[in-house]
């Protein structure tokens, strides 16, 4: 065994935010019930954000509402202000992420502020979540090139990663929005951050626009980190970077960390067996290599 590799399930919010079919409430509980029934114990459950900004987001009070509050499993929720915040903790939420970016453009284009406004917001958050003993996660966005701006400096994103630390996230997702970046990219970036923040407190978060997420994890992953964002069946992107596909495939990712040796408590053929299902669902085809590979071995042993 290689260790562990903490999977971060990011599919019933990343996933479903940029689909084109907006599932109810129902169906969303219903998907995060199987996903949690495959061993996955971090979970993004929705976004306390603007539904005239992210519709498919709306009722995500409804959803953490009905979740069980007692199975152990880590249900987490974007909140991109204090307001955000204040709905998710009455919905009984237990974590929450606040979610900057390293680019001005991409942060007015996103939520509608500038880099350093989107601190200000932050900080309440941050003050509430500690007082009512919520955790806060931290998200940097386009640390590998920025849809409306092009090229981000790894020094950039470090310091926004270092900024959120400080401010009190337990955890800094770095992620490629736009799935641009290549791994040589990502072991430059994953240097520049673990210079300022212990490389314990990252995550990788890489959208597969370009095929690379998967070798961008193995390059992360050669670096030291041990927390992984994934999507099953690979669903997702964000509205306000044009063109970008979804994340890393949770089952590709499983894949590669259980081929070499590392834990993650995960089942992958019943995380190929959800991916299948949400995408007829959606009416997708999936995007995992890993869950299409393993649909066709078993429909060729039966
Ligand atoms: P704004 O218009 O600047 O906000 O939007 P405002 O404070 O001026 O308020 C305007 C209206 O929004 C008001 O309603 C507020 O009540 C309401 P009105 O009086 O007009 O009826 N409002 C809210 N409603 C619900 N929840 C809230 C909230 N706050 C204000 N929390 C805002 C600012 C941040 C709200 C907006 O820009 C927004 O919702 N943006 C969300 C963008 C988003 O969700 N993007 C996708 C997620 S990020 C992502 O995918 C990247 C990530 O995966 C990492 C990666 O891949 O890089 C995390
Ligand atoms: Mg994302």
Not at 67 to 90: C, H, K, M, T
Not at 243 to 259: C, F, Q, R
Not at 272 to 298: E, F, Y
Request: aromatic share 6%.
């Amino acid at each position: 065994m290689n260790g562990a590799v903490k999977v971060f399930e990011v599919g019933p919010r990343d996933g479903l935010q940029n689909e084109p079919r907006h599932l109810p409430v129902a169906s969303r509980l219903g998907l995060i019930g199987e996903l949690a029934a495959t061993g996955l114990r971090h979970i993004e459950g929705g976004a306390f954000v603007s539904p005239r900004w992210v519709p498919q987001m709306a009722g995500s009070d409804e959803v953490f509402r009905q979740l069980p509050g007692d199975d152990g499993i880590n249900y987490s929720a974007l909140v991109p202000n204090l307001q955000g915040f204040e709905a998710a903790r009455q919905a009984g939420c237990r974590e929450v992420a606040v979610f900057a970016a390293a680019s001005e453009a991409f942060s007015r284009n996103n939520i509608n502020c500038s880099i350093d406004e989107s601190f200000e917001r932050f900080a309440p958050v941050l003050r509430a979540a500690r007082e009512a003993g919520i955790r806060v996660r931290g998200y940097v966005s386009c640390v590998l090139g920025c849809p409306f701006s092009g090229a981000v400096a790894p020094e950039a994103v470090a310091s926004v990663a270092r900024r959120l630390h400080e401010l009190g996230c337990y955890e800094i997702s770095l992620g490629d929005t736009i799935g641009a970046g290549r791994p040589d990219e990502t072991a430059r970036l994953v240097e520049h951050c673990a210079g300022q923040l212990p490389v314990s407190v990252l995550a990788g978060h890489f959208h597969d626009t370009w095929g690379m997420a998967i070798a961008n994890v193995h390059a992360a992953l050669a670096l030291g980190v041990r927390t992984f964002d994934s999507s099953v069946a690979g669903l997702g992107g964000c509205p306000y970077s044009p063109g970008a596909s979804g994340n890393v495939a949770t089952e590709d990712l499983l894949y590669l960390l259980h081929g070499m040796g590392f834990a993650t408590g995960v089942d992958l053929p019943t995380v190929a067996r959800v991916g299948a299902r949400i995408s007829a669902v959606l009416g997708i085809a999936s995007r995992s290599r890993a869950g299409l590979a393993l649909a066709a071995r078993s429909k060729r042993e039966d």
